[in-house]
């Protein structure tokens, strides 16, 4: 994909990413997820044509994540990418990554022939709708979830 102005290089996940891509969400969703179930999801979705996942990485590690799902939905009558995970750690924030991220997402769903690409944000990352608005995205909606009960 390319290297970015810091000299960090972005460039598709790998199974070899995969502790490095939990750190970076398990920092997202502040949790520590549990990495046996991750590390089957993500194996899943590397094997997935509907998944793609982009990583930013130096010689000291992963710097940021960006996971995007493309489908073809109903409501727009296309192709559609969605990011799904997307984070910079803290101690590489202001350089330009995550700007980097997206761009390069942008490029990857164009190619896929996906119309637009769209993120929900929960609605306490005040720092990630200011990203999204600088990056030129439209809050057009809200997002409403349920959690639903285990199933034995």
Not at 5 to 31: H, K, N, Q, T, Y
Not at 54 to 81: K, P
Not at 89 to 109: I, T, V
Request: hydrophobic letters at 45%; aromatic letters at 8%.
């Amino acid at each position: 994909m390319g290297t970015t102005d810091s000299g960090f290089a972005i460039r598709p996940a790998g199974a070899d990413d995969c502790a490095g891509v939990w750190r970076l969400v398990c920092a997202l969703e502040g949790c520590a997820l549990p990495y046996d179930r991750f590390a089957a999801i993500y194996a899943r979705q590397l094997a997935d044509p509907r998944c793609r996942c982009l990583v930013c990485a130096s010689a000291d590690g992963l710097a940021g994540v960006l996971n995007l799902r493309l489908e073809e939905q109903l409501h727009h009558a296309a192709r559609v990418a969605e990011i799904m995970e997307f984070a910079v750690l803290p101690a590489y924030r202001g350089r330009g990554l995550g700007r980097q991220l997206l761009a390069a997402a942008c490029g990857l769903a164009a190619q896929a022939g996906c119309a637009q690409i769209e993120a929900a944000c929960n609605q306490r990352r005040a720092d990630a709708h200011r990203f999204y608005l600088r990056a030129g995205m439209q809050n057009t909606h809200f997002k409403f979830t349920l959690p639903l009960p285990a199933q034995p």
